[in-house]
């Protein structure tokens, strides 16, 4: 469903990103991990078309994102770490300008009304969104992110100002897209989410990947005993020495 081929990005002589592949299959939870600096950020934007790739390619639901950006857009739905809102607009309104920037017609009333609620948000569809808390905000992106019921999500930093609440109602979205069918690729630096939800997962470290695969195959790669947490792989992966400065940015 997504699919990242050899993926590069350059800035003069820094490799940003240096030959990453990916697959994310449907229904799949993917998670990306890796410290501060290490490329995660310039890959998203690579897979979502904000960002040109030096070389290699993006494939999102068998459409080049190079050759055809509109059909391979259409199906993605971003949630990015920082949403800019239209904080002029009331949560409803703003459902409905992202329909139409999909090119939905008909009727969105059921829709809207649908992710407001699951979202709980349908006591404040008719409120300025500049009166929303922080985590209203992160539901309400997440919701518009939802309106073309699309095959893929991606993810960067889902969790980040959610209250318990919002973080459950999070989980359940993800879980349930899941089941039905939607990919998810996952940025995060929470190591307990991850582990918790994902399927399968990779760790991104200057600029290549450097383990991927579910969480036993994970094990095996980084010589872990059977049972080892996310953090323990990364101590047997990357190294005692290089880790603290890693778990400490990855718990931030």
């Known amino acids: 469903m997504i699919q990242a081929i050899d993926l590069c990005k350059q800035y003069g002589a820094f490799k940003a990103v240096d030959g990453v592949n990916l697959h994310v299959r449907p229904g799949e939870i993917f998670g990306f991990l890796g410290p501060n600096g290490a490329g995660k950020t310039t890959t998203i934007r690579m897979l979502i078309g904000l960002l040109q790739p030096t070389s290699g390619r993006v494939i999102i639901d068998g459409h080049d994102l190079a050759k055809k950006p509109v059909e391979a857009k259409s199906v993605v739905g971003f949630i990015p770490d920082r949403p800019y809102l239209y904080e ?87 879980k349930t897209l899941a089941r039905e069918g939607v990919a998810i690729f996952m940025s995060t630096h929470t190591l307990e989410i991850a582990e918790e939800m994902c399927d399968r997962l990779a760790i991104i470290q200057g600029s290549r990947i450097i383990a991927q695969g579910t969480m036993d195959e994970l094990r095996h790669a980084g010589k872990g005993a059977d049972g080892a947490h996310l953090e323990e792989i990364f101590l047997s992966l990357v190294g005692a020495e290089d880790m603290k400065d890693i778990i400490q940015s990855l718990k931030l």
């Open 88 to 174: 002029k607009l009331t949560g409803e309104e703003f459902l409905r300008f992202m329909g139409g920037l999909y090119g939905l017609d008909g009727d969105l009333a059921p829709r809207i009304d649908e992710l407001l609620r699951f979202f709980d948000l349908q006591d404040w569809r008719r409120e300025l969104i500049e009166s929303y808390s922080h985590g209203m905000k992160q539901r309400l992106t997440m919701a518009s992110a939802l309106i073309h019921k699309p095959k893929a999500i991606i993810v960067d930093e889902p969790m980040v100002g959610l209250d318990p609440r919002g973080a459950r109602l999070l989980k359940e979205a993800f």
